[in-house]
């Protein structure tokens, strides 16, 4: 039971869908990667929320020349639509938990055409380099899905998206090619470190899967022990001292019609005989 229990592999967090999880899974680690995961869209809605008021602040404290509607219009539309994602996850149903990935390239696209607008047309604007700030939380999100796939699709776009934001942007405010650079490999170290942080916690979650189903087990087979153990005494008091108990009463009645004497022995034969059973049984039950 325990090596069946360190051999299976747990499903991917990806794939907890209605239509993923099989009769096959063993449901004790499919309800542990299912709970897991939605601690992590949790987690991801709550992070989300940060980064909702930071793209708000942005726009409040630190406006652009230019397009300002354009982009307090946005940083609304996306305070709606964060909203939206976290009553769709609130439930924690399978399917929204499965698909809130994709939340996580709605956030890469608004900050990427904040940056954009913000970077290009407003040339010597502090904004879009306020917002390209964003986009290094977004590798945070994305190491809450738990799923290392997901997580490297998307911080690739993230850094892609940074880079592509801050070359486009880059004649405009002027920066050198090694700022630009350095600022890359800041981006890009923090998302390799987010998908091994994935990985690690899946890895985790796997582990403690494979416990909880060695747990379950080792409960089964120690019930059916318990069960065993309570029919094989049940059959032995049955078969053996109440045989003779039951011998004793027949004796009993014999000897109280006839008054034989062989009556008698036979009942002291047969109380002797159950007494010697009982102690017999109460001694293997309680040595002491």
Same mark, same amino acid.
Request: proline letters at 5%; hydrophobic letters at 50%.
């Given at each position: 039971?325990?090596?069946?229990?360190?051999?299976?592999?747990?499903?991917?967090?990806?794939?907890?869908?209605?239509?993923?999880?099989?009769?096959?899974?063993?449901?004790?680690?499919?309800? +542990?990667?299912?709970?897991?995961? *939605?601690?992590?869209?949790?987690?991801?809605?709550?992070?989300?929320? +940060?980064? +909702?008021?930071?793209?708000?602040?942005?726009?409040?404290?630190?406006? =652009?020349?230019?397009?300002?509607?354009?982009?307090?219009?946005?940083?609304?539309?996306?305070?709606?639509?964060? &909203?939206?994602?976290?009553?769709?996850?609130?439930? #924690?149903?399978?399917?929204?938990?499965?698909?809130?990935?994709? !939340?996580?390239?709605?956030?890469?696209?608004?900050?990427?055409?904040?940056?954009?607008? $913000? #970077?290009?047309?407003?040339?010597?604007?502090?904004?879009?380099?306020?917002?390209? $700030?964003?986009?290094?939380?977004?590798?945070? &999100?994305? !190491?809450?899905?738990? *799923?290392?796939?997901?997580?490297?699709?998307?911080?690739?776009?993230?850094?892609?998206?940074?880079?592509?934001?801050?070359?486009?942007? *880059?004649?405009?405010?002027?920066?050198?090619?090694?700022?630009? +650079? %350095?600022?890359?490999?800041?981006?890009?170290?923090?998302? /390799?470190?987010?998908?091994?942080?994935? *990985?690690?916690?899946?890895?985790?979650?796997?582990?403690?899967?494979?416990?909880?189903?060695?747990?379950?087990?080792?409960?089964?087979?120690?019930?059916? /022990? @318990?069960?065993?153990?309570?029919?094989?005494?049940?059959?032995? /008091?049955?078969?053996?001292?109440?045989?003779?108990?039951?011998?004793?009463?027949?004796?009993?009645?014999?000897?109280?019609?006839?008054?034989?004497?062989?009556?008698?022995?036979?009942?002291?034969?047969? %109380?002797? @005989?159950?007494?010697?059973?009982?102690?017999?049984?109460?001694?293997?039950?309680? =040595?002491?």
């Amino acid at each position: 039971m325990a090596t069946e229990a360190t051999t299976a592999e747990p499903p991917e967090i990806g794939a907890i869908g209605p239509r993923e999880v099989t009769a096959a899974e063993p449901p004790e680690i499919t309800a +542990v990667v299912l709970e897991h995961a *939605r601690r992590g869209v949790a987690l991801q809605v709550a992070l989300r929320w +940060v980064l +909702v008021g930071f793209v708000a602040l942005t726009v409040v404290t630190v406006p =652009p020349p230019r397009f300002v509607g354009v982009c307090a219009a946005m940083a609304g539309g996306y305070a709606l639509w964060a &909203l939206a994602v976290a009553q769709l996850t609130r439930r #924690g149903h399978p399917s929204a938990v499965r698909m809130a990935w994709l !939340a996580l390239l709605v956030d890469v696209v608004v900050l990427g055409v904040l940056t954009l607008l $913000t #970077g290009v047309a407003t040339p010597q604007s502090w904004t879009a380099d306020v917002f390209t $700030t964003g986009f290094l939380l977004i590798p945070v &999100l994305a !190491a809450t899905q738990l *799923r290392a796939r997901v997580c490297a699709a998307v911080v690739i776009t993230t850094a892609a998206v940074y880079v592509l934001a801050a070359i486009a942007t *880059r004649d405009a405010n002027e920066e050198p090619w090694a700022s630009l +650079v %350095l600022r890359s490999l800041v981006i890009v170290g923090v998302a /390799l470190g987010c998908v091994g942080l994935s *990985r690690i916690q899946r890895s985790r979650v796997r582990t403690i899967g494979r416990l909880v189903q060695a747990r379950s087990g080792l409960l089964a087979e120690l019930t059916g /022990l @318990e069960e065993r153990a309570r029919r094989a005494l049940s059959e032995h /008091l049955h078969d053996g001292a109440l045989q003779y108990v039951l011998a004793a009463r027949f004796d009993l009645d014999d000897a109280r019609e006839t008054g034989a004497p062989a009556a008698f022995d036979r009942l002291e034969q047969a %109380l002797a @005989e159950s007494t010697r059973l009982l102690r017999s049984t109460v001694a293997e039950l309680h =040595p002491a």
